[in-house]
């Protein structure tokens, strides 16, 4: 069936470095492509979101670009903080539906 | 702000028990939405609705039903718990379909 495919399932990054996660997805009509950060004890929240028809988007040190030809996209995270450690989920929209990737848990050490 | 509202975060039941997981949410969004979430399984679907009394199968909806009656609610129904209902569970809604999702804080459910 469709799915969705995340790398890496944990990435530890030192404070100031920068953090990349990708995602393939399978259903070459999917348009949408959000990422959700959750945190400990938290339901995910929607920090980023792209839409097909657009390449990159980027808000403050959070960046998504999209590569649909190659049906990939990632999120960049820049100068990692510790309080972007949490465990983020790409998503991509199947049959109006979203399908999630497993998961990545990122941790920043100070 | 859009607010889904799980009535419990943690649940703690006996196997073949019969539990009841409520969600509520506040923005009129027509679609609503049940996940578990498992370590290195990510999110699971087990059942969505885009309308008031209107429901339908996910990925892994065996073992679980759901109830929709007024448009705020959609409530997860577990009719005999096992212990490998053991689980995080997340409800979403949205406003359209396919759209950005809005979930709530989970509800972390243990069957012994």
């Known amino acids: 069936g469709e799915n969705v495919e995340q790398h890496p399932s944990t990435l530890s990054v030192q404070e100031g470095d920068s953090a990349v996660i990708k995602c393939t997805y399978s259903d070459s009509a999917s348009n949408y492509f959000p990422w959700y950060k959750q945190e400990l004890g938290k339901g995910p929240q929607l920090i980023i979101d792209i839409r097909s028809n657009v390449g990159e988007k980027k808000d403050q040190r959070i960046a998504v670009t999209l590569n649909k030809t190659a049906k990939h996209f990632s999120l960049h995270i820049t100068e990692t903080q510790p309080e972007d450690s949490a465990v983020y989920f790409c998503?991509?929209?199947?049959?109006?539906?979203?399908?999630f990737g497993t998961g990545t848990r990122l941790q920043v050490f100070p | 702000d859009v607010k889904v509202t799980q009535s419990s975060r943690y649940l703690v039941k006996r196997t073949g028990e019969k539990v009841f997981l409520e969600c509520v949410q506040d923005m009129d969004h027509e679609n609503m939405f049940w996940y578990r979430q498992d370590p290195g399984l990510g999110l699971r679907l087990i059942y969505f609705s885009y309308d008031v009394k209107m429901k339908e199968k996910g990925d892994i909806p065996e073992g679980y039903s759901v109830s929709r009656e007024k448009k705020e609610r959609f409530s997860l129904i577990l009719e005999s718990a096992s212990t490998n209902q053991t689980s995080m569970y997340l409800c979403?809604?949205?406003?359209?379909?396919?759209?950005?999702?809005?979930f709530g804080s989970g509800t972390r459910l243990t069957v012994v």
């Open positions: 998503a991509a929209s199947i049959s109006d539906k979203l399908i």
């Open positions: 979403a809604s949205s406003t359209g379909r396919g759209l950005g999702y809005t």
